[in-house]
C-alpha cells in the first residue's frame, strides 16, 4: 500500500499538471451552457475557426482537464483548443464538477462528462459541426472522463435518444484502470470497476489514441499498455505513443523546452488527419 507522502505526491502531481501556468493561449470565443446543475451552470469553452460560419460541419473535440477529479482547469488545454482550432476544429475545453468545485466524487465527473458529448451533438448545427465527428479528449482524470465517454455505459442525464459515446478518443497520460492496479480504487471503493475503462472494452470503443510516458508514478503506464492490449483483441483500433523518460503530465503546453508538447500535438493532428477529422493540408509540423 503506497504510503501517506507517496499517495500525497501522487495528488499534488495531479493538481499541479491543470494549473493555469500551462495556458497561453487566447481566451475561447465563447462560454456556452450545457448542464444545469445544483443551480450552478458547467460551460464549455468553445474556439471556433476563423473561417467558421452557421451551417458548417466541421469535426469537433471535447476536452477534459485533469486534476485526480478533485481539481483543475479547463484552462489546461486552451493551447490544444487554439490549436486545432487554427487547424478547422471546432475545440472545446469542458467544465465538469470535481471535489473542490462542487463536492463531488469521480462518478459525477463521468456523468458530466457524457453529458457534454451528448449536449455538443445535440446542438450540432448552432456549433457548426459534424455531429458523426465528435471526439473526447483529456489528460490523466480528465482522460479518464473522456475514456469512459467512450466505453462506460450508464450515468447519464438528457436526451438519452442522442449518444453520448464519442467518434474518436484523444487521451494523454489517462485513468484507464481503476483497480487497485492503477489509479483511484481508494476513492472509488467497492464501485471501482463501474468507471474503468479497461473492463468495459468492447467492440464497440471508439478508435483512440494515447500519449503515456513510460517514467509516470503517479499514473502508472501499464495503464495504456493494458488498454491498447484489450482494444486490439476487440479488434479496434488504438494508438499508443511512448515518451520513455516521459513523467506524468509531460504534454501540456509549458512543460520543459516544449518538445514533447509539439510531438504529441503533431501526432494528435497524424491520428485525426487519419480519420478524415482534420483536412490533410491544414496540418505543417516540421
Request: glycine share 10%.
Amino acid at each position: 500500500m503506497p504510503s501517506y507522502s507517496t499517495r500525497f505526491s501522487r495528488l499534488l502531481a495531479l493538481l499541479i499538471i491543470a494549473s493555469p501556468v500551462f495556458s497561453a493561449a487566447r481566451e475561447p470565443a465563447e462560454k456556452l451552457v450545457f448542464k444545469k446543475v445544483e443551480g450552478n451552470d458547467l460551460k464549455l469553452h468553445v474556439y471556433k475557426p476563423a473561417a467558421w460560419k452557421t451551417g458548417d460541419r466541421r469535426a469537433c473535440i471535447v476536452f477534459f482537464f485533469g486534476g485526480g477529479w478533485v481539481g483543475g482547469t479547463p484552462a489546461q488545454f486552451y493551447p490544444h483548443c487554439e490549436h486545432l482550432s487554427e487547424k478547422g476544429v471546432v475545440a472545446i475545453s469542458a467544465e465538469y464538477r470535481t471535489k473542490k468545485s462542487h463536492g463531488t466524487d469521480p462518478f459525477a465527473c463521468v456523468e458530466d462528462g457524457k453529458s457534454a458529448i451528448r449536449w455538443v451533438r445535440e446542438n450540432a448545427a448552432q456549433l457548426g459541426i459534424d455531429p458523426t465527428k465528435v471526439i473526447a479528449g483529456g489528460g490523466s482524470a480528465g482522460g479518464h472522463v473522456a475514456a469512459c465517454t467512450g466505453t462506460i455505459k450508464g450515468f447519464e442525464k438528457g436526451n438519452v435518444n442522442i449518444s453520448s459515446q464519442p467518434s474518436a478518443m484523444v487521451l494523454f497520460n489517462p485513468v484507464c484502470d481503476t483497480s487497485a492496479k492503477g489509479y483511484g480504487s481508494k476513492k472509488l471503493g467497492s464501485r471501482w470497476q463501474e468507471i474503468s475503462p479497461l473492463h468495459h472494452i468492447s467492440n464497440g470503443t471508439p478508435p483512440t489514441c494515447i500519449f503515456h510516458g513510460k517514467a509516470d508514478t503517479t499514473v502508472p503506464y501499464q495503464n495504456a499498455h493494458d488498454f491498447k492490449v484489450l482494444m486490439q483483441k476487440n479488434g479496434r483500433r488504438c494508438e499508443l505513443h511512448t515518451y520513455n523518460d516521459a513523467k506524468h503530465g509531460f504534454f501540456n503546453f509549458g512543460r520543459g523546452d516544449g518538445s514533447a508538447y509539439r510531438s504529441t500535438i503533431a501526432k494528435m493532428d497524424a491520428f485525426l488527419i487519419s480519420l478524415g477529422y482534420l483536412p490533410k493540408e491544414k496540418t505543417n509540423h516540421k
